[in-house]
């Protein structure tokens, strides 16, 4: 049995960040070292490395049987924040799901239909609190969950979501707001993430109508290129929309790592200053014959 460690803190912060089955990432996705959220001595206050705040999105379709290689994918630069669209699995399975130096935040499984389903993984260097959000879900028109961190600059909530597209879009606006009139009212800044099947790049009602709400709560998207390519298909369906955007403090990039059809959105915000209380490490173990 070989064993392969993996320390983030001494990752060259000049690397590109290689995911497995990428073919043509290093356009998509080059940390510069200006801009890099990996830990650094010029990071150091108090003893403690600090690092922007970074978020992971993707919809995986369905978390079975890809748990190991999405955590082998993202093992160079760890985001502080998963979340997962469609994870296709029952409470009690998606329970026993482990990620190591992650906790499970929160989550919304489906009871009544088949796969669907949204949860938030959180670093364990980070303390948070689940916001509960379950009364304003409904199974296939929204499908949500929530997640607070009370950091030194303030409160900061994300929210995690999918849409089916077969659900009540009308249905699923009216509990959207409400949801995020709750989830707002204590919070600074709030980050919205998930699959909403609505293409943000077509001018329909649908999509005019959602921008329109985000915009009440001083969201605005921050993706600008594809996450869905399928056959002939090219849409944006997945974001991720923040308030309090400052210039030159968010990068969002493109990341292709072969497990769905949908490419993961990585987010780095610059301006929430994150303690790292402690430096993580990753173990793999590769078993030979």
């Known amino acids: ?20 089955h990428s073919t043509d990432f290093s356009n998509q996705f080059l940390f510069k070292s200006s801009e890099n959220y990996a830990l650094t001595n010029s990071g150091l206050t108090s003893g403690f490395p600090k690092q ?16 190991e290689e999405l955590m082998n994918n993202i093992t160079t630069n760890l985001p502080l924040v998963l979340c997962l669209t469609e994870h296709h699995l ?18 919304f499984c489906r009871i009544i239909y088949r796969k669907g389903g949204v949860c938030i993984y ?5 303390q948070f609190s689940t916001v509960e959000i379950q009364k304003y879900c409904k199974e296939k028109d929204l499908e949500a969950c929530s ?12 929210v995690n979501l999918y ?12 509990e959207l707001e409400i949801l995020l009139e709750f989830v707002s009212r204590n919070s600074m800044r709030l980050i919205v993430c998930g699959d909403f099947n609505v293409n943000f790049n077509d001018d329909t009602p649908h999509r005019r109508s959602l921008i329109s709400l985000l915009a009440t709560f001083g969201l605005y998207g921050t993706v600008d290129f594809p996450t869905r390519i399928h056959n002939n298909s090219i ?19 493109r990341w292709i790592n072969g497990l769905s059809d949908h490419d ?12 790292i209380d402690k430096i993580f490490f990753i173990h793999i173990e590769v078993l030979t014959n």
């Open 147 to 158: 997640v607070r961190f009370h950091l030194q600059t303030g409160i900061i909530s994300i």
């Open 52 to 67: 922007g705040l970074t978020i992971f999105h993707q919809n995986i379709r369905g978390l079975k049987n890809k748990a």
């Open 1 to 20: 049995m070989g064993k392969l460690n993996i320390n983030n803190q001494e990752t060259s912060v000049s690397d590109v960040f290689w995911p497995q």
């Open 122 to 126: 959180v670093h364990e260097s980070l």
């Open 235 to 253: 849409t944006k369906i997945d974001n991720i929309s923040v308030n309090s955007i400052k210039q030159n403090s968010i990068n969002v990039y």
């Open 264 to 275: 993961v959105q990585f987010l780095v915000l610059h301006d929430i200053k994150i303690r």
């Open 90 to 107: 029952e409470s009690n399975q998606l329970d026993s799901v482990h990620f190591s130096n992650y906790k499970l935040g929160a989550k």
């Open 163 to 174: 849409r089916s597209p077969l659900g009540n879009f009308n249905h699923f606006l009216n």
